[in-house]
T-cell receptor, first 114, second 115 residues
């Protein structure tokens, strides 16, 4: 079975500061990894995904994430946040084969402070 | 533009009522999903469907059923609503099948309150 742990439930950060949202996963098989973002009163949308190849993945809105197989991590980073980045961020994992579903973490609420 | 539409953004129902949550997608996707979102618990899968009239239980199917009579429409049914089903319900669809590597497209959610 797969599982995802998001270590921080809330992360406050000042505008223009860098941010890292942490995600660790557990799986006995190879996986795909995802970050989704949920803006207030909206559904989730894909931020970025790691399928294969380069371990550094770039997404929308200046976000990037690095896949670290040895540490089973997929942390999300942005060098300089904006007020508009205030949202909830979800890390998710799926098996590479035989999977029909994503397993989501519990989410990290990022609050950007002016 | 890709669209997943949930018919009701906010609903208030009484305990014991039958509740229908409707979801329609316009992307001709094979797979559709119903998730429940609760604070501190993230998203949990209730049911999914990979084809018309096909359904599979997710992680928390108890108290729910689903219907998929047409490819574009996936309904979630609460036969007898209870207060512990007060939650945000999210519908999603995807074009990918087994060996999931695709993107989930979500609706805006239906916030259900059961009194």
């Amino acid at each position: 079975a797969q599982s995802v742990t998001q270590l921080d439930s809330q992360v406050p950060v000042f505008e223009e500061a860098p941010v890292e949202l942490r995600c660790n996963y557990s799986s006995s098989v190879s996986v795909y990894l995802f970050w989704y973002v949920q803006y207030p009163n909206q559904g989730l949308q894909l931020l970025l995904k790691y399928l294969s190849g380069s371990t550094l993945v770039k997404g929308i809105n200046g976000f990037e994430a690095e896949f670290n197989k040895s540490q089973t991590s997929f942390h999300l980073r942005k060098p300089s946040v904006h007020i508009s980045d205030t949202a909830e961020y979800f890390c998710a994992v799926s098996r590479r084969t035989g999977a029909n579903n994503l397993f989501f973490g519990t989410g990290t609420r990022l609050t950007v402070i002016p | 533009d890709v669209k997943v539409t949930q018919s009701s953004r906010y609903l208030v129902k009484r305990t014991g009522e039958k509740v229908f949550l409707e979801c329609v997608q316009d992307m001709d996707h094979e797979n559709m999903f119903w998730y429940r979102q609760d604070p501190g618990l993230g998203l949990r899968l209730i049911y999914f469907s990979y084809d018309v009239k096909m359904k599979e239980k997710g992680d928390i199917p108890e108290g729910y059923s689903v219907s998929r009579e047409k490819k574009e429409r996936f309904s979630l049914i609460l036969e007898s609503a209870s207060t512990n089903q007060t939650s945000m319900y999210l519908c999603a669809s995807s074009s990918e099948g087994l060996g999931f590597s695709g993107e989930l497209f979500f609706g805006e959610g239906s916030r259900l309150t059961v009194l």
